[in-house]
């Protein structure tokens, strides 16, 4: 079993809508999560972190986490042409990050 | 403020060349991290450093070493590159306080 697993996609959603980005860790122990967006032939970028159960908004991204279940997602509302990208989940395990192998994202106009 | 800058941005290199990649951050980070990332694959670690003088292996560091120069610059070198080594690399620093992670913008290699 992957460390991190994310379903390679393409997920494929029309402008406008929400976009939903899974995450599953196997490491119980896990206590920070992060969600990189990563442009093609650019480097990862930072956009979410969240360490407690619950929801983390900020702006058109929620982050969601659930630690009973190891899963950790990512909405992205209003999806702009523009979000078009891979999304990686990464898992912090003693000061690494451990990467899933992304989601790739195609808002269609 | 230029965050993480790595030099070059691409190169080719022969079977059996040696070569090195440099990785600088102007944010005064203690850890530094060097990845690769191929396709299918996501990104893996290679070597990391946890402060200046300490360095430790990764997920994936044979073919490789590192020096961490000093605070600021953390080096990954490539003594005999092997068509199996071309990759992307990326070098990233990690905030003190947190786990949050900064990347470079990628070095492609490719061996032939």
């Known amino acids: 079993q992957k460390e991190v697993e994310q379903n390679s996609g393409p997920l494929s959603v029309p402008e406008g809508a929400i976009a939903s980005l899974n995450c599953t860790y196997s490491?119980?122990?896990?206590?920070?999560f992060f969600w990189y967006r990563q442009y093609s032939g650019k480097s990862p970028e930072l956009i979410m972190f969240?360490?407690?159960?619950g929801d983390k908004e900020d702006g058109r991204f929620t982050a969601q986490l659930n630690k009973a279940s190891q899963y950790v997602s990512l909405l992205i509302r209003d999806s702009q042409p523009s979000d078009s990208a891979t999304y990686l989940c990464a898992v912090n395990q003693g000061g690494k990050l451990i990467f899933g192998q992304g989601t790739e994202l195609s808002v269609k106009p | 403020n230029a965050g993480v800058t790595q030099t070059p941005k691409f190169q080719v290199l022969k079977t059996g060349q040696s070569m090195t990649l440099q990785c600088a951050q102007d944010?005064?980070?203690?850890?530094m991290y060097w990845y690769r990332q191929d396709p299918g694959m996501g990104l893996r670690l290679i070597y990391y450093?946890?402060?200046?003088?300490?360095?430790d292996k990764g997920e994936v560091p044979n073919g490789y070493n590192v020096s961490r120069l000093n605070k600021r610059e953390f080096s990954l070198r490539l003594e005999s590159a092997a068509p199996s080594q071309t990759s992307v690399y990326f070098c990233?620093?990690?905030?003190?306080?947190?786990?949050?992670?900064?990347f470079g913008p990628g070095t492609r290699l490719t061996v032939t």
């Open positions: 969240i360490y407690s159960n």
């Open positions: 990233a620093s990690r905030v003190d306080s947190s786990y949050e992670q900064y």
């Open positions: 490491d119980r122990g896990s206590q920070s």
């Open positions: 450093s946890a402060s200046e003088g300490t360095t």
């Open positions: 944010m005064n980070h203690n850890s």
